[in-house]
């Protein structure tokens, strides 16, 4: 069974730290996906990954950076937090072709004060 | 216009009862189609894909009407196990796929 595991459940953060979220894929898959969701506005994609040390946007990118060093982790950074970055982030993996089914980590909560 | 639209809800449903929801996308080029299934405070999980001809996994049938750009989900003798938000997705044929914001059933006993 696949597994996406994100390193934590809950976080909460202070305006201007430097945030680092971690999402690890055990099944060797190519793609990974950074997703943030908030009420009334679904699951907006921030960034996504189709090989090493590859990244493309997404539709928010803005305030947000990524890191692929290894196929199975992808990290999502926020250089200076704000509070306007208080959300739930999904992690998630899929094979080729893109449009395979996803497999998401159970997410982050993360709060900025 | 939001690229691909559902009716947030949410839909009270008596326990046995047929449900229905639609979700409509903007692009005809669209190539793919899921639902997946989020329960309170969890990830989406993948409930099924939609195919051209429809498709049915026991008491769930999807199907998609490329003409009116919408696809559908059907529950059949709905259980209070099939309480969730619903989520409609769509690859416009490119690298990712795009979510709508989802639509919440609730079965009631």
């Known amino acids: 069974d696949v597994k996406v595991t994100q390193s934590s459940r809950y976080l909460v953060k202070r305006t201007g730290e430097k945030v680092f979220l971690e999402c690890v894929q055990d099944?060797?898959?190519?793609?990974m996906f950074w997703y943030r969701q908030d009420p009334g506005l679904g699951l907006r994609l921030i960034y996504f990954?189709?090989?090493?040390?590859?990244?493309e946007k997404g539709d928010i990118p803005e305030g947000y950076s990524v890191s692929r060093e290894k196929k199975e982790r992808f990290s999502l950074i926020l250089e200076s937090a704000s509070t306007n970055q208080t959300s739930m982030y999904l992690c998630?993996?899929?094979?080729?072709?893109?449009?395979?089914?996803?497999?998401f980590g159970n997410g982050t909560r993360l709060t900025v004060t | 216009r939001k690229e691909v639209e559902q009716d947030p809800g949410p839909f009270n449903v008596p326990e046995g009862a047929t449900v229905a929801f639609n979700c409509t996308y903007s692009?005809?080029?669209?190539?793919?189609f899921f639902w997946y299934r989020q329960d309170c405070r969890k990830e989406p999980k993948l409930l099924m894909s939609?195919?051209?001809s429809g498709n049915e996994d026991g008491r769930f049938t999807a199907q998609l009407n490329r003409a009116s750009q919408y696809i559908s989900l059907l529950i059949r003798d709905s259980k209070l196990s099939d309480s969730a938000t619903y989520l409609c997705v769509v690859n416009f044929g490119n690298e990712k796929l795009t979510f709508g914001t989802g639509t919440r059933l609730t079965i009631i006993p």
């Open positions: 998630a993996s899929n094979g080729i072709p893109f449009n395979s089914p996803l497999h």
């Open positions: 990954s189709y090989d090493v040390k590859m990244k």
């Open positions: 939609v195919y051209s």
């Open positions: 692009n005809s080029a669209s190539q793919s």
């Open positions: 099944m060797d898959h190519e793609n």
